[in-house]
């Protein structure tokens, strides 16, 4: 049964970059499409973007400039790199397993990251 | 402004049923894609509920059901238990945006 680890820096300042890192365990990574979805505080659910089996990405419209998700095989683990945050990238992010055209599970644990001056 | 829209709340008292809506468009549900349904406990990740409009993963109670028509979705809990109190969240895919895309959000009240 596959289960998601993930961890990343929790307090950035405007202008920082977020990276967050997802590790994929009880199974492989390759062969597989993997997402970053996240929820500001009260809020509901906002995709962010998935990596395919392929290693093609792609990304919400309103943050394709600022996002990059990548994939490491030789660790079973996939990222995510949010630049040039504001406090409205406040949120928990969570990584999850599934394509983009189908459901999401299962979700890693979320990381809150808290983007303040 | 979610391009899935939810009710913002429901409630039922234990062992009533109740449903939530998911409602789309064109673009996304009533373009065929299918809705999946995920429960999110209080200060926990999503779990997925419901996947490919009416199907059970493994280990959810045959109390939660899902059905779709048109450009809508809805989930149905019958015998409600307290431990259903939850937020509801439905997804499904955008072809406009190119994207995934949720509901707001429904949070189930046990009365």
């Known amino acids: 049964q596959v289960q998601l680890q993930q961890w990343g820096a929790g307090l950035l300042k405007p202008s920082e970059t977020l990276s967050l890192t997802c590790a994929v365990y009880?199974?492989?990574?390759?062969?597989?499409?993997w997402n970053w979805i996240r929820q500001p505080p009260g809020k509901g659910l906002e995709w962010i973007g998935e990596?395919?089996?392929?290693?093609?990405?792609s990304y919400h419209p309103s943050l394709k400039s600022r996002v990059t998700i990548s994939v490491d095989t030789s660790k079973n683990q996939f990222s995510l790199k949010l630049s040039s945050v504001t406090a409205a990238d406040t949120a928990v992010y969570y990584c999850?397993?599934?394509?983009?055209?189908?459901?999401?599970?299962?979700w890693g644990q979320g990381t809150l990251v808290t983007v303040s001056s | 402004q979610s391009v899935l829209t939810q009710p913002p709340s429901v409630s039922g008292a234990p062992g009533q049923r109740v449903t939530i809506s998911c409602t789309g468009s064109?673009?996304?549900?009533?373009?065929?894609?299918?809705v999946h349904w995920y429960q999110q406990l209080p200060g926990t990740a999503p779990k997925l509920l419901i996947y490919?409009?009416?199907n059970r993963p493994s280990g959810v109670p045959d109390r939660f059901s899902g059905s779709k028509s048109g450009t809508s979705a809805s989930l149905a809990i019958t015998g409600l238990q307290a431990e259903d109190e939850a937020d509801y969240y439905c997804?499904?895919?955008?072809?406009?945006?190119?994207?995934?895309?949720f509901g707001g959000g429904t949070k189930l009240t046990v009365l």
């Open positions: 999850a397993s599934g394509g983009s055209t189908d459901w999401f599970d299962p």
């Open positions: 009880g199974g492989s990574i390759s062969g597989y499409d």
């Open positions: 990596i395919n089996n392929s290693g093609s990405t």
């Open positions: 064109s673009s996304n549900i009533g373009a065929g894609y299918d």
């Open positions: 490919v409009n009416s």
């Open positions: 997804q499904s895919y955008d072809s406009s945006l190119s994207s995934s895309v």
